[in-house]
């Protein structure tokens, strides 16, 4: 870690903590005994956080730190979502004029809340890596300093604030599940917990389609993705930080992955059990839970919640995906012949079976097929997989060809 001119210390972290207390919400952590029976799980909510996200810790304790000359100056940052709402918000509560780079892509909602915290937006054309360059060129020309999102000490003492809270609130918690992005989150829990009881442990979960840390810890050496891909686009980071990966090497027990499917899924299931709306990235430490990527047996474990701003349009989409994910919804292809009374019988075995039919698509055979036959695509409302079967098997024993 001899890149940084400032070393990370537990010190620092309960620092920030008294230079947060005032202005961060202390979240809270809830039971959640449903998302996985027999497992013992814990939310952090800071999904709850003001700005809909954790990134306000390091972001405000950053500026505290920052001399009279670089507050005059004024700070940049350039971000997609989270860290833009943060250093925005951090830089109007304490005075600062704040510049913030976003891609030109991003969802108009977070660039929108980004601006009503006080910065001044610079869209960029291309995406998150474009924006990084063009705050680094004004940073140069302007003299602005540059908050970074996750690479800097004072910023992960910040987001280890949530440990020390999670200290106080879960008394003799075995274990944290933390996302991880470019390692900011994990890297300031994993130290502040492991400084103050090393045999908790501490897993990181990425995306499948963004696991750049897991596979730089993995190889030994930062390594940087060609590219990413995933509905969690706040931690689809191509390449974790120096100072990230050295406390993540230290202080990290594993780093587990988890599909977009099963992120949906998670999404889903916060907000029907628990009322919580999650972003991807918020949604992942669950995802790992619930679909056992971390052996939990025996565990007290908390998941955390980073952040909860998700883009509503995504959120539908997310809903069908989670639907299809836990058995809630499913279609049926069915070959029927062209004849009065076809349509009545597949109705009535599936209401007798309690399913919901949502639609149905009619059409005659194609080229190449039976000249009486004819196709049935129907939706279907259904409770989970074992009642999908069950319909499946009715129709078949009434004489229905599922195809």
Do not use: W
């Not at 992955?257 to 998670?266: K, L, R």
């Amino acid at each position: 870690m001899e890149n940084t001119p400032k070393q990370l210390t537990l010190d620092t972290v309960y620092k920030a903590n008294y230079a947060l207390r005032n202005v961060i919400r202390q979240t809270d952590v809830l039971y959640a005994p449903k998302l996985r029976p027999g497992r013992e799980l814990y939310l952090k909510t800071e999904n709850l956080q003001i700005t809909g996200s954790f990134k306000i810790r390091g972001a405000y304790y950053k500026m505290t730190q920052l001399t009279e000359e670089e507050k005059a100056r004024g700070v940049i940052a350039c971000s997609a979502g989270n860290h833009a709402q943060g250093v925005a918000l951090a830089a109007q509560r304490n005075g600062i004029k704040s510049v913030i780079c976003l891609p030109d892509g991003a969802p108009i909602s977070k660039v929108e809340a980004t601006r009503s915290y006080g910065a001044e937006i610079c869209l960029v054309e291309g995406v998150y890596d474009d924006a990084y360059r063009r705050a680094l060129e004004l940073r140069d020309e302007k003299g602005y300093t540059f908050i970074h999102p996750f690479d800097d000490p004072d910023v992960i003492a910040g987001q280890g604030t949530i440990a020390l809270e999670l200290a106080e609130q879960v008394k003799d918690m075995d274990a944290v599940i933390v996302p991880i992005g470019g390692g900011g989150l994990i890297s300031g829990v994993a130290f502040t917990i492991k400084s103050l009881n090393p045999n908790i442990k501490v897993y990181g979960v990425q995306a499948e389609g963004a696991p750049s840390m897991r596979n730089s810890i993995h190889d030994a050496h930062i390594e940087r993705l060609e590219s990413v891909f995933t509905i969690a686009d706040g931690i689809a980071v191509k390449e974790p930080g120096s100072l990230t990966y050295d406390l993540c090497s230290h202080y990290v027990d594993d780093i587990v992955t988890v599909n977009d499917d099963e992120i949906s899924a998670a999404i889903l299931e916060l907000m029907e059990q628990h009322k919580l709306v999650t972003e991807g990235a918020g949604a992942v430490a669950v995802a790992a839970a619930m679909f056992d990527k971390i052996d939990l047996k025996g565990k007290k474990a908390v998941c955390i919640l980073s952040g909860g701003n998700i883009d509503v349009t995504i959120l539908s989409r997310v809903i069908s995906r989670g639907l299809l994910m836990s058995g809630r919804s499913c279609q049926l292809n069915i070959e029927l012949v062209d004849k009065p009374g076809q349509l009545l019988k597949v109705a009535k075995v599936i209401a007798q079976q309690g399913g919901n039919v949502t639609a149905v698509h009619h059409e005659h055979s194609n080229e190449g097929s039976d000249v009486n036959g004819c196709y049935l695509r129907v939706n279907l409302e259904t409770r989970n997989f074992e009642h999908i079967e069950a319909i499946k098997k009715a129709l078949t024993d009434a004489g229905i060809h599922i195809i």
